[in-house]
C-alpha cells in the first residue's frame, strides 16, 4: 500500500540553524498537507500544496512539492525555540482515497 | 468556538475492558476521522466517517467500532481492549474530505492498557 516516509526522524539545532525535512511517497500524490505538533500537543495544519513544483513560504518557513508530485520538504530559516515540535507531512494519493501521514520529524532547538 | 473536543483525556484500562471516547465538533463539518498516533509511527487512520449516519474503514480498523448518530459527534469504541492498544487517540474533523481541505485536530486521549 501507499507508504509516506520522512527524514530524519529527529534533529538537534542550535537556534539560528536552519533545518530542512523531507518527505517521501512511494506513490504520486494529488496533494500535500504539513502539519506541526508541539510536546504533548495535537497536530496543527500548517500549508497545503497542490501543483507540481509548487513553492509556499509562510514567514521563515518554506515548503516544496516536487516536479513528480512523489517528494516534498518544509525549510525553516534561522530556527526558534518556538520552531520545536514534530513536523508531519500528510499525501493523499495512489489507489487509497484516504490522506497517508508521514512518520514524521522531531526538531529539537538548543537557545 | 470549542472547536474539536475529546473525552476523555487520559484513561487507563485493564486488557478485556471496554470503552468509549467521544469526540464532538461544533464547527458543522461533514466530516470525522479517528486516528491513534504511536511512536516513531506518525499517525494512522482507524475509522472515518463522510457523513451522519455513516462510516468507513480506515487503515487500522482492527479491534474498533464507531459510530456516528449525530453530524456533531463521532464515537470510537473498544469492546476488548488489548496491550497493543495503549497510544494517544486523536480525533479530527474537516469540511472536505482529507487531503481536499485542513483538518481540525482534537487535544487527544491517552489510553493505557494493561
Known amino acids: 500500500g501507499q507508504q509516506v516516509m520522512q527524514i530524519p526522524q529527529y534533529q538537534h539545532v542550535q537556534e539560528g540553524e536552519d533545518f530542512t525535512t523531507y518527505c517521501n511517497s512511494s506513490?504520486?500524490?494529488?496533494?500535500i498537507q504539513w502539519y506541526k505538533q508541539r510536546p504533548g500537543g495535537h497536530p496543527v495544519f500548517l500549508i497545503q500544496l497542490v501543483k507540481s513544483g509548487e513553492v509556499k513560504k509562510q514567514k521563515r518557513l518554506t515548503f516544496q512539492f516536487g516536479e513528480a508530485k512523489k517528494n516534498s520538504s518544509l525549510h525553516i530559516t534561522a530556527t526558534q525555540t518556538t520552531d520545536v515540535g514534530t513536523y508531519f507531512c500528510?499525501?493523499?494519493?495512489?489507489?487509497?482515497?484516504?490522506?497517508?501521514f508521514g512518520t514524521g520529524t522531531l526538531l529539537a532547538v538548543q537557545p | 468556538n470549542a472547536g474539536v473536543t475529546q473525552t476523555p483525556k487520559f484513561r487507563v484500562l485493564k486488557t478485556g475492558q471496554s470503552m468509549t471516547l467521544l469526540c464532538a465538533q461544533d464547527?458543522?463539518?461533514?466530516?470525522m476521522y479517528w486516528y491513534r498516533q504511536d511512536p516513531g509511527m506518525g499517525l494512522r487512520l482507524i475509522h472515518y466517517?463522510?457523513?451522519?449516519?455513516?462510516?468507513a474503514k480506515g487503515e487500522v480498523p482492527d479491534g474498533y467500532n464507531v459510530s456516528r448518530l449525530k453530524k456533531q459527534n463521532f464515537l470510537l469504541g473498544l469492546e476488548s481492549a488489548a496491550p497493543s492498544q495503549t497510544s494517544v487517540y486523536f480525533c479530527?474533523?474537516?469540511?472536505?474530505?482529507?487531503?481536499?481541505?485542513?483538518?481540525?485536530f482534537g487535544p487527544g486521549t491517552r489510553l493505557t492498557v494493561l
Open positions: 506513490t504520486t500524490l494529488s496533494n
Open positions: 466517517s463522510v457523513g451522519e449516519g455513516t462510516t
Open positions: 500528510a499525501g493523499k494519493g495512489g489507489a487509497t482515497n484516504k490522506l497517508i
Open positions: 464547527m458543522n463539518h461533514e466530516y
Open positions: 479530527a474533523s474537516s469540511v472536505r474530505l482529507a487531503g481536499t481541505d485542513t483538518q481540525y
